[in-house]
Structures are given as C-alpha cells and as structure tokens.
C-alpha cells in the first residue's frame, strides 16, 4: 500500500492537472465561439457564388474559350491538401486526417505515388511535421496560415495552386479536412477541389442574371474568387472543428481527473485508518507490556 505522502502528492498533482484542463476547456469555448461566427457567414456566401458560377457556366457553354477548370485530365499529378491544426490535445482531430490522407494515397493513387506524382500541401503544423518526417513530397509554403488566419493569407494559398493547375503542374487537387458539424461531432471530409465539380444542378428555369460585363469576361474573375473562397470555408470549418474537439478533449479530461480524485482519495483515507489503526494497537500493546513488567 503506497504511503499517505505518496497518495496525497498524487492528489495534489491530478488537482494541479484538472485546473489546466479545465482552463484549456474555457478557452477552446471561447475560441469555438469566435470561429463559428466566421465559418456561419462563409457557409451561405460560398453556396450563392458556386451557384452563380455554374449557372454562368452552363449558360455560356462552348462560348467559353477557357474553361480549363471544368476540364478532366489524365490524373497523372495529384495534390492533396491536408487541413490540420498547429497544436495538439485535441483528441483524434489530427490523426484522422493524417490518417485518411495516407490512405487515400495507398487505395487511390498508389501508381502516382511511387512515381513520385502525389504532392502533399499541409495547412497545419501538425500535417507538415507528420508529411515532412516521413520524406513525403511537400508543398512546405503555407503550412502556418493558422498564425493569422484571413481570407488574404488563404487565398495566397488558394492562388498557388489555382495557378500551378493551369500551368499543369497537378492534373486533380483533393482537399482532406475535418467539417464543423456541432461541438460533440466533426465530420471527415475528402473533397475535389480542381477540376470543378458543380453540385447544383442547373435546370431551365436557372435566374437571368443581369451582368455587366458579360459572363465571358466575368467567369474568369469568378472562378478564381470561388476556388479561394471554397478553400478559405474549408479552412474555417476545420478551424472551429478543432476548437470544438479539443473542448470536448479537455471536458473528458476533467471528468477523469474528478473520477482518479475520488479512487485516490479513498485510498488516502484508507491508509490513513491503516496508519491509526496501526498506532492504536501499538498504544495498546505497550500499555499492556508495561502491566505484565
């Protein structure tokens, strides 16, 4: 049986411990809060513009002259984005993308891969230690974005590869991150970034848009706007996803620390009735020493 100083500097640590992690769990509170925000006004920006785009696409149709980011090719060079957080102590937040990014790589492009054709662009320190210790190729340029998270910072990100598709350096881009469903649930998501997918389906009855210029000259100032816009969502769901997990880390962390307080507890005061009911019996075995002298 461990010794009461030793029970009692354990209960002192696991107290000292519970503070954190109950701190920790108000300022990932009050981080979620401040994150959502943002995400909830991109959510309704971002689904309007990508309707606008496709129904302009569609309107236009072989008029335009360049629609390289509709067009499908030869998937012989892949991206693969990987949106993670900076930090840790936030459950299996990071892992799961990281994860879900390897085995994307194995089931889907394994080809590509061993001809050195899968580039990884990590948004998060932890995707770039993970992706750069392991020698896979990295696009090691924007990886810290998380330190002043804006849509310019973003866009400079969006930009890079918007403008290595065109040039051809990547034939598909995919993007893996975490989307912000509620504080206790983040779902995984593996989305196609470029070629375009348009999920809205466009019917005869799509809006007369009343555009000045015409959609020639606007969709290519559009196409852009919305891949940036797409990648900065993408981003802010991640971002509050991570708050809301590590909040969730953190309460179970609390609650498990009040649960070892309680188990540690008990067994101070049971070596504590142990030590008394040593002393008393040695009391009374003395008392009874010196009646029998």
């Known amino acids: ?135 896979y190729p990295c696009a090691d340029l924007y990886w810290g974005i998380f330190g002043q998270l804006t849509f310019a910072n973003v866009a400079q990100a969006g930009n890079y590869v918007i403008e290595t598709f065109k040039r051809g350096g990547f034939d598909k881009v995919e993007i893996v991150y975490n989307e912000f469903k509620n504080v206790a649930t983040q779902t995984l998501k593996v989305e196609q970034f470029l070629p375009l997918t348009f999920e809205t389906p466009v019917t005869s009855h799509a809006p007369d848009y009343i555009l000045e210029p015409n959609a020639v000259e606007l969709l290519p100032e559009l196409i852009p706007q919305l891949l940036n816009v797409q990648l900065y969502r993408s981003v802010l769901e991640s971002n509050a996803a991570e708050h809301a997990a590590r909040m969730t880390a953190m309460d179970k962390a609390s609650e498990n620390a009040g649960e070892l307080l309680k188990e540690l507890k008990l067994a101070y005061n049971r070596s504590r009735q142990a030590a008394i009911t040593k002393e008393i019996l040695e009391i009374v075995g003395g008392a009874e020493a010196l009646k029998s002298a």
């Open 1 to 135: 049986m461990p010794s009461l100083k030793e029970v009692k500097n354990r209960i002192i640590s696991v107290i000292s411990t519970q503070q954190i992690t109950k701190a920790m769990r108000m300022v990932a509170a009050s981080k979620l809060r401040k994150s959502q925000e943002k995400m909830h006004q991109i959510r309704p920006f971002a689904g309007k513009l990508s309707t606008i785009v496709s129904n302009l696409t569609a309107a236009v149709g072989a008029d335009l002259d360049n629609d390289w980011y509709t067009i499908k090719r030869d998937e012989n060079k892949i991206l693969i984005v990987a949106i993670t957080s900076d930090r840790g102590l936030c459950g299996a937040f990071n892992s799961t993308v990281i994860k879900t990014t390897v085995r994307l790589i194995q089931e889907k492009y394994p080809e590509q891969f061993r001809k050195g054709n899968v580039t990884i662009l990590p948004l998060g320190k932890r995707s770039m230690d993970y992706f750069s210790k392991r020698k």
